[in-house]
C-alpha cells in the first residue's frame, strides 16, 4: 500500500506547544523543533483513532529527517486502518541526552519542564 496516495505526512511546529518556556529550559527540554502528523485521507471527513509513536535513541528528525516515519512500516499501517499517526520528535540535550531519546529516567527536573 502506497500511504503517500492515501493520505498526508505533515509537518508541525512542537515549540508552539510550549509557549510558557524560556528560551534555556525549551532548549534543555528535549523537545524537537517540529514533529510529524500523518492522516489518512479518510479521516479528514470520518473520525478515526489517533495512535502516538515514539521513536528510539538516535531516531530523531534532526539527525533521520523523515526516515523513522516513513521507513518503518507505520505509515503503511495507518494506511489501510485508517489511523491518524502522531511523531513527536525528541532531541538531544548536551551531557545528559545526547542520542535525543525521550526523557523515561528522568533527567529533566522541576525547573526544566514545561508544561502547557
Not at 500500500?1 to 510550549?18: V, Y
Not at 495512535?51 to 489501510?80: C, D, N, W
Not at 499517526?85 to 525528541?90: H, I
Request: aromatic content about 14%; hydrophobic content about 35%.
Amino acid at each position: 500500500m502506497d500511504w503517500n496516495e492515501k493520505g498526508k505526512l505533515m509537518t508541525f511546529d512542537q515549540h508552539e506547544f510550549l509557549p510558557s518556556c524560556e528560551e534555556e529550559a525549551l532548549r534543555k527540554s528535549g523537545i524537537g523543533e517540529h514533529g510529524y502528523l500523518y492522516v489518512p485521507d479518510v479521516c479528514f471527513s470520518k473520525s478515526c483513532h489517533l495512535h502516538i509513536v515514539l521513536h528510539g535513541a538516535s531516531q530523531y528528525a534532526g539527525k533521520l529527517g523523515r526516515t523513522f516515519p516513513t521507513q518503518t512500516g507505520y505509515l503503511e499501517y495507518a494506511a489501510s486502518n485508517d489511523l491518524v499517526l502522531l511523531f513527536p520528535q525528541a532531541a538531544p540535550v548536551v551531557k545528559v541526552n545526547p542520542k535525543g531519546a525521550w526523557d523515561f529516567w528522568g533527567y529533566t527536573d522541576r525547573q526544566l519542564f514545561c508544561t502547557n
